[in-house]
T-cell receptor
């Protein structure tokens, strides 16, 4: 079973602060995705990274894929209360759309 | 865009009964769908891979006789929780891929199951 560890598990910050969430595995990914999930809803895709060293930006969110394709990070700049949610990384090792999700990071951004 | 729909969104059943959850791809065909389970404040755990026209592939530790999966058409997969018990209460989510690439996965809205 492939394992994806995320850190931190919980994060509570003030509006305007920056934060970074990490996703690590001992195995190499074919691709890695980041999702955000609200309570009682399905996860919503934020980004997919495929190439080692790849950096993608989505407004205030910056995603980086490790050179060896074993790890990834999500950096949020100037966090807002609307960023509150469960952030999940998910790895695809075999390229067959079968995702293994990370342990999750619960983010709370307060005013 | 592509949409995956689940039904029901919420269901309460009595202990010992069976309950069926549907996962539909609304505007694309999906030869493969995936079923996940999520407990409160935890991540998604893959339960099984649903293959159209063939048996589902279950992850280690998931009882195939308890969680029956049927993928009878290219747009519908069903998960039946048989002889449900309170510990089966969870959020069940399906996903489907509209293409062969790993960046074309769509998730359903999820189904809350409460067993009383």
């Amino acid at each position: 079973t492939q394992l994806l560890e995320q850190s931190p598990q919980f994060l509570s910050i003030q509006e305007g602060e920056n934060l970074t969430v990490y996703c690590n595995s001992s195995s190499v990914f074919s691709s890695l995705q980041w999702y955000r999930q609200e309570p009682g809803e399905g996860p919503v895709l934020l980004v997919t990274v495929v190439t080692g060293g790849e950096v993608k930006k989505l407004k205030r969110l910056t995603f980086q894929f490790g050179d060896a394709r074993k790890d990834s990070s999500l950096h949020i700049t100037a966090a807002q209360p609307g960023d509150t949610g469960l952030y999940l990384c998910a790895g695809d090792w075999g390229g067959g759309n079968k995702l293994t999700f990370g342990t999750g990071t619960q983010l709370k951004v307060e005013l | 865009g592509a949409v995956v729909s689940q039904h029901p969104s919420r269901v309460i059943c009595k202990s010992g009964t069976s309950v069926k959850i549907e996962c539909r791809s609304l505007d694309f065909q999906a030869t493969t769908m995936f079923w996940y389970r999520q407990f409160p404040k935890q991540s998604l755990m893959l339960m099984a891979t649903s293959n159209e026209g063939s048996k589902a592939t279950y992850e280690q530790g998931v009882e195939k006789d308890k969680f029956l999966i049927n993928h009878a058409s290219l747009t519908l997969s069903t998960l039946t929780v048989t002889s449900a018990h309170p510990e089966d209460s969870s959020f069940y989510i399906c996903s489907a891929a509209s293409g062969t690439g790993s960046n074309t996965i769509y998730f359903g809205e999820g189904s809350w199951l409460t067993v009383v």
